[in-house]
Structures are given as structure tokens and as C-alpha cells.
């Protein structure tokens, strides 16, 4: 049985105003995708890695794709520091996405994360895990939401209280399930501008949306444009949001991998683009935590709260 939608359907014309903190017209979120992949996993013939890859013929996932593996893997041992340079010369915060196995085997990366003050965010055990894979078994789908989650705990230090599903794939059942275990802002949609709240049964939680256009993975790895190009579509973006954002606040993610913008040649444009959303008064550089709090407490003039169906 497919089960209602658990938010209403409030096209953003029919909304009240959505006024953020000190006026922003646009809340900028830089997503930084932290991610590790299993080496391989025995019995799978399906391709492990999901999006793009560095060389397009598949190999199943019982084999070591060495180039593939390695390739993302340049993103933990060299692409995370230039970005993490890229944001603190900025004095702009990153929200960082992170599997478990990235906790648990790449502590590094966190500490640098937590040193920073930066948001966490889980996302998954591991990247090669996808929800939608358990689409009819419950149990599985449970069992990957609380190992991400305890792990996270363990590794970081505090409870997760945001959730990025890996390759944005959850189910009907996702959101009930992690606001059973405190997160509260959930970015798995990619349908809206604004936020806006998710019903379960164990209460609401905040639909932070997040963008698969906005993405280093759609500009550079699938859409092949050169770095400049990119940069003028960024730009061409936040200048749209920002003017709509006069009548009521809109957020831009941009979600960026180590593996793709942390390349040498992609981090120029992306400097710039950091220095140009700097340029403008009126931006709120938010966490997704941050968003989920101040929207639980600001949601009723801008869309009733729906039941839990």
C-alpha cells in the first residue's frame, strides 16, 4: 500500500512568508560529501559504486575496483584538506556529510570536522549502502539507521541530528525511523526551496531540501563543463535566489565531493564563488541543524503542520 504524503502540497505561492534570521534572503549551504565505500562486497554482481566513475566499465561488487575505490579515495587523502583550506580562509562554515566507515576508519577527517566547530551529518554505514535496496525488509533498513547512528555516537562524540541519505535513496518508513532516534533534520528531497516539515508518527521533523543540479557531481562529473562555466551557473543561481529571497527566504545547497571539486583546477572558481555569496549582505551561512531548530519554531506562519498519516 503507498501511504499518503506525510507534508502538505503548498506550492510556494500559497505559503506565508518565511522571514530567516537578521532578514538573510538566502541560507548558503556548502555540503561537503565525506564519504567511504566498501572495498567489496562478496556475492553482489551489481556495480558498487553509484554515480559516476573515473573509468565507465562496471565491474561487480565482489571484485576490487582499485581504480574507481582509489580515485574516490584521493578525495580523503588530499581533496577534503584543499577544501577545508578553501572554507577557512573564507571564515564559512561546511556542513560535512559522513558515512560510519568514514567515523570509524577515517577519524581523522572528523577531527579536523569537529575541530572546526563544522556540522556532521550522517549518511549512511557506508556509502555503498543504499535504503531503497531494502525496500521490502524492514529490518535491514533499521539495522543500517541505528549501526550508522550508534557509530556516529561513538566516533564523534555526540548525537547525529542530521541525515543524508547515501545517494539521496530512503523509504516511506526512513524519517519515522530517525526521528525515533533524535535527528530532526532530514535531506534525503529534493522537491522545494524552502523548508518545510516531514509528519511521523513519533513527531515532525524538518525537510532541509537538499539540490542534485547544484553539485559538483551534475557539473563537472556527468554535465563534463569546465570549471569557468560552472562557476557562471552557480552565480546565475544564488543571483535568482537571492532576489525571490527578497519575499521570502530561500536556501541554495551546493553539495561538493572531495574527489571532484577538490581537484587542483576546480578550486579556483570555487574560491571564487565562496568570495562572491561573501560579497552580499542578507546571507545566512546555516547548518542544517541550525535550519531544522529555527524552523520548528518559526514553521506556523509559513505552513500548517500536518498529521502523520
Known sequence: ???????????????????????????????????????????????????????????????????????????Q?????????VFDAAGVPASCTINALTALHRRRIVEAVNARGWELVAHNFAQSDVISDHAEDFEAE???????????????????????????RSSFRTPGLLKQRGIIAFCDYLNDDQPYLVATEHG????????????????????????????????????????????????????????VAGLPHRIGPLREFVAYVKRHEHVWFCSREEMARWYLEHHRGHIPAQEAP
Open 77 to 85: 587523502r588530499v581533496g577534503a584538506w584543499r577544501l577545508f583550506d
Open 204 to 259: 515532525p521533523l524538518v525537510a532541509v531540501p537538499y539540490s542534485n543540479d547544484i553539485n559538483d557531481f551534475t557539473l563537472f562529473a556527468r554535465g563534463g563543463l569546465s570549471p569557468d562555466a560552472s562557476l557562471q551557473i552557480l552565480k546565475a543561481y544564488f543571483d535568482e535566489l537571492y532576489r525571490e529571497g527578497a519575499d521570502g527566504g530561500r536556501i541554495m545547497n551546493f553539495g561538493l565531493h572531495p574527489h
Open 1 to 75: 500500500m503507498i501511504p499518503p504524503d506525510p507534508y502538505p502540497f503548498v506550492p510556494i505561492v500559497d505559503r506565508g512568508p518565511l522571514r530567516f534570521p537578521n532578514g538573510a534572503r538566502v541560507a548558503m549551504i556548502f555540503t561537503l560529501n565525506l564519504e567511504t565505500w566498501e572495498k567489496i562486497r562478496p556475492g553482489q554482481k551489481t556495480p558498487m559504486f553509484q554515480g559516476p566513475t573515473t573509468l565507465p566499465a562496471p565491474v561487480p561488487a565482489d571484485v576490487f575496483d582499485s581504480t574507481n575505490y582509489t580515485w574516490r579515495e584521493y578525495g
Open 142 to 168: 533499521k539495522t543500517i539507521v541505528h549501526r550508522t547512528l550508534d557509530a556516529f555516537e561513538q566516533v564523534v562524540g555526540r548525537p547525529a541530528r542530521a541525515w543524508l541519505s547515501s545517494a539521496l
